[in-house]
T-cell receptor, first 115, second 113 residues
Framework: NAGVTQTPKFQVLKTGQSMTLQCAQD?????MYWYRQDPGMGLRLIYY???????DKGEVPNGYNVSRLNKREFSLRLESAAPSQTSVYFC??????????????FGPGTRLLVL | KQEVTQIPAALSVPEGENLVLNCSFT??????LQWFRQDPGKGLTSLLL?????REQTSGRLNASLDKSSGRSTLYIAASQPGDSATYLC????????????FGKGTKLTVNP
């Protein structure tokens, strides 16, 4: 039982390049989340998905797209990376049986540097 | 808009000391509050989740309390150990029981041997 896994662990991009961050969970959780963590700003929600095929914007969605491929996987795509997107990205999941906030389980993070 | 504040931003204590971390939030109409721990370079680990109907939740040497009316929560750590050194974050729903969480910026705790 690996929990929440994220790939890659670290990535360097040039401005304007695109990439997809991958996230998978093996806990059969309904909800999945993407956050970014920046010094002085804390952890902020980018997008979340309450179930397969549904997604909803969080606090900072601009510049990102997401895809809930199936119940296990939730990907985050940067179409045209900008230096302001340099951050540490965390994926999380929760069982969310009642569609209310429940304990969230986090992945190890992806460190992204945009030059 | 829900806002979460954690004070102090950093705390350094000698081993064995009991300590309290504070969390305050602006919208008290929440269903629960969560406390997380984050080690350097790692993801977050859930410590405790307190439902609005509870006033306290305990796990080992950790005790979290929730006072919705005042918009405050505390995390009490008993007999601190060097292994407790980490950043502690609290999080509440944006509103009600929303799955969208708002996080505080955390308290960085250092426990000195």
């Amino acid at each position: 039982n690996a929990g929440v896994t994220q790939t890659p662990k670290f990535q360097v991009l040039k401005t304007g390049q695109s990439m997809t961050l991958q996230c998978a969970q093996d806990m059969n959780h309904n909800s999945m989340y993407w956050y970014r963590q920046d010094p002085g700003m804390g952890l902020r929600l980018i997008y979340y998905s309450a179930s397969e095929g549904t997604t909803d914007k969080g606090e900072v969605p601009n510049g990102y797209n997401v895809s809930r491929l199936n119940k296990r996987e939730f990907s985050l795509r940067l179409e045209s990376a900008a230096p302001s997107q340099t951050s540490v990205y965390f994926c999380a999941s929760s069982e969310a049986l009642s569609a209310r906030s429940e304990t969230q389980y986090f992945g190890p993070g992806t460190r992204l540097l945009v030059l | 808009k829900q806002e979460v504040t954690q004070i102090p931003a950093a705390l350094s204590v000698p081993e064995g000391e009991n300590l309290v971390l504070n969390c305050s939030f602006t919208d008290s109409a929440i269903y629960n509050l969560q406390w997380f721990r984050q080690d350097p370079g790692k993801g977050l680990t859930s410590l405790l989740l307190i439902q609005s109907s509870q006033r306290e939740q305990t796990s080992g040497r950790l005790n979290a309390s929730l006072d919705k009316s005042s918009g405050r929560s505390t995390l009490y750590i008993a007999a601190s150990q060097p292994g407790d050194s980490a950043t502690y974050l609290c999080a509440v729903p944006t509103q009600g029981g929303s799955e969208k969480l708002v996080f505080g910026k955390g308290t960085k705790l250092t426990v000195n041997p």
